[in-house]
């Protein structure tokens, strides 16, 4: 089998990913490993976004909520583990964890349990309906963080110390960017298999012709949901990470601003592309970094690049380089 | 006398002031043709959409295999072994004509939610997907684009698809639509096999097929049935001559 383009593409970006942060440390750059380190957490939420959003054709807008969820999940553990105040005493006692594989878990199942009870509602609309109503619901959490004084409220969470993970120093910025990078390769490899599974070829056809999958006897909505949860579990589980990198959770994680960026990512780098939204997050951080440090308003050509990839290359950074997307 | 496996009593479906289906009643035996034939606007489609579980009729039943299937949405009726196709095809556009046909397969396999192995590699959906495109005669469009093949293949991908259902029926809205007299004389000849596979309710304009084909034909005229009959107790009926046979053949 040859390689196509795409596939060589996905391999130079991986390894510019990896190079980058390794040549950083090399020079003694640690700001860079950083960069790096939340290209790969948030190209992460994006590769959850992207099996709703670009092979599923659900345009969820109200991702942030799993992204928080993920974020809130880590937070919340460690403030307990580091305060020594159990989670709850009676019947039996939880305690807190600053272990990051018990809090990617409670992520995992946290942001499943939630993205059923969102999608059982949300899934039964399409379109702009589908959209607006993603949103609400993520705002309802977003409003809930934010009156909820137990955990910061409006302010948010520090976390004093990064969680641990076994065999790793997480506080080393290099080896806290392989973690991440690595946990990134696993939600790709993860998708790659999804997306060519019999599942994945039912989610391709729900995305395409709902009338047709009925006709063949599959229910579009079960596919859709299913769908719906993996999605929001991979964004939960890079928003985790998140929360680790800042050493801090607050609100703004589940703000409507937060689904827009991670939306953004997935469109720019190309919509139901494996490594677009990769691509996309780190144009945008490259974009916010060098814009950023010029003038205040860097957003606005953000918001002109973005126009003219939505007008004139659907396809995303992957499809300006590597051409249409091929099926399975 | 056999049971019918598929039988309407008195289905009746408005549209506003429009009568779409008026108290129709019809039945389909195993290994009959019955063709269902009418002027533009008489309701055909609408009856169809109506026995697939689309639309819900406002009042009668339908039986389907020695059930009411009444309560059933689309996706359970397909289950049950009701395969239609449509009046204008309704394919994956951006799926291989392959993957079309495998993705029916997935269905009848009842096996959706598996999320490792690879689909495009399991013989044992792709061998039996092949076969169903042999048979309609589109194997060697295997790996095109559904999109880009042709208005008379995409017909055939539509039979395709149906087949590999294994259904107990067929509700077939207008295969020969637009085929060319050399590809509705091939339909013809594979419908007339067909229907000791499965029984056929067939929806069609073109008559030379029609007749060639039906044990029964049923006319519906303005959601009517207006006569159920052989196709020499159908030529000879003077009612249909007036409402619909006069102008036309």
């Given amino acids: 089998m040859s390689m196509n383009r795409e596939t060589i593409l996905n391999i130079v970006l991986a390894a510019l990913l990896i190079a980058v942060p390794v040549i950083a440390q090399i020079m003694g750059e640690p700001f860079i490993i950083t960069l790096a380190t939340k290209v790969a957490i948030l190209g992460m939420a994006g590769v959850g976004l992207n099996i709703a959003l670009g092979y599923g054709g659900l345009v969820s807008f109200g991702h942030a909520a799993f992204f928080g969820i993920g974020g809130y999940a880590a937070g919340i553990l460690a403030s307990h583990a580091l305060n020594y105040e159990p989670i709850m005493e009676a019947p039996f006692e939880i305690n807190g964890t600053t272990q990051m ?15 059923l009870l969102i999608g059982a509602i949300t899934l039964r609309t399409s379109g702009v309906y589908f959209i607006m109503i993603t949103l609400a619901f993520a705002q ?25 993970f076994p065999g790793l120093n997480t506080l080393d910025p290099i080896s806290f960017f392989g973690l991440c990078a690595a ?36 229910a579009p909505f079960r ?63 490259i974009l916010e970094h060098l814009l950023g440090g010029m003038f205040e308003y860097w957003q606005l050509p953000l918001g002109i690049l973005l126009l003219v990839v939505v007008l004139f290359a659907r396809g995303g950074l992957i499809g300006l380089l590597a051409g249409e997307r091929k099926h399975a | 006398m056999p ?12 549209f506003g002031a429009l009568l779409a289906s008026d108290n129709v009643s019809l039945d389909l035996m195993p290994g009959e043709i019955h063709a269902l034939i009418g002027p533009n606007g008489a309701g ?16 009668g039943d339908i039986r389907f295999a020695g059930r009411d299937i009444g309560d059933l949405d689309a996706v359970e009726r397909s289950r049950m072994g009701l395969a239609r196709t449509f009046q204008v095809s309704s394919l994956m556009p951006e799926f291989s004509v392959l993957q079309n046909v495998v993705l029916a397969q997935q269905s009848v396999s009842g096996k959706i939610f598996r999320f490792f192995k690879p689909v495009l590699s399991d013989a044992s959906l792709l061998e039996p997907a092949m ?30 698809v149906a087949l590999a259902l294994k259904p107990r029926a067929f509700l077939l809205d207008e295969p020969m639509a637009g085929m060319g007299p050399e590809g509705s004389k091939r339909l013809t000849g594979f419908l007339d096999g067909l229907r000791a596979e499965a029984p056929i309710l067939l929806v069609e304009h073109d008559m030379d097929a029609v007749f060639a084909l039906a044990d029964r034909i049923s006319v519906l005229v303005y959601g009517r049935v207006i006569a159920t009959g052989t196709v020499d107790d159908i030529r000879g009926n003077e009612d249909v001559k007036r409402a619909y046979l006069g102008e036309e053949a």
Avoid: C
């Fill in chain 1, 101 to 115: 594989i018990v809090i990617w878990i409670v992520a995992l199942i946290a942001s499943a349990l939630v993205a």
């Fill in chain 1, 140 to 164: 309802m959490i977003y409003y809930f963080a934010i009156s909820w004084p137990a955990y910061g409220g409006e302010d948010g969470l520090s976390i004093y110390v990064r969680n641990g």
């Fill in chain 1, 183 to 218: 946990m990134l390769g696993v939600a790709i490899a993860f998708s790659a298999v999804l997306i060519r599974s019999r599942f994945g070829l039912a989610l391709h056809g729900a995305r395409q012709n709902s009338q047709r999958m009925m006709a063949i006897g599959i």
């Fill in chain 1, 223 to 285: 596919v859709r949901l299913v769908a719906f949860v993996i999605s929001a579990m991979i964004t939960a589980w890079a928003g985790a990470l998140y929360a680790d990198l800042n050493r801090f959770v607050s609100p703004s994680m589940l703000s409507w601003h937060m689904s827009g960026e991670i939306m953004v990512f997935v469109i720019l780098g190309g919509v139901g592309r494996l490594f677009g939204p990769v691509a996309g997050a780190a144009l945008y951080i």
């Fill in chain 2, 3 to 14: 049971e019918a496996i598929l039988s309407l009593s008195n289905v009746t479906k408005q």
């Fill in chain 2, 44 to 59: 055909k489609s609408t009856l169809i959409k109506q026995i697939a579980g689309e639309i819900k009729p406002d009042s």
């Fill in chain 2, 131 to 160: 076969a169903q495109l042999e048979r309609v005669g589109l194997a060697d469009r295997a790996e095109m684009r559904a999109a880009d093949i042709s208005h008379g293949e995409r017909r055939q991908l539509e039979m395709a």
